[in-house]
């Protein structure tokens, strides 16, 4: 079994979600891509966080998230 048979193997197996359809997260170590297509494909793709980078790409999003918050009021501080 090659590397694509065992991704789309592992994105139809639905252990492998979860949440609902439409904000689903998928869960696999033998899938081999850190981003993949959400179950509903027109909803766009989602991170693999059964490996490494997905997780470290959520992390360094939330990160980044929370400083722009930070910055927006220290900013809007400093302007009133």
Known sequence: MDQ???????WENPDN????KWMSVHFSKRDSRTLVPKQIRAMGGTLNLG?????????????????????LG??????A
């Open 4 to 10: 694509d048979e065992i991704n789309r193997e592992e």
């Open 17 to 20: 979600w979860s949440g609902p």
């Open 51 to 71: 490996k490494k980078a997905g997780v470290f790409c959520l992390i360094a999003f939330v990160v980044s998230l929370l400083l722009l918050i930070v910055m």
């Open 74 to 79: 220290v900013l809007a501080w400093a302007g």
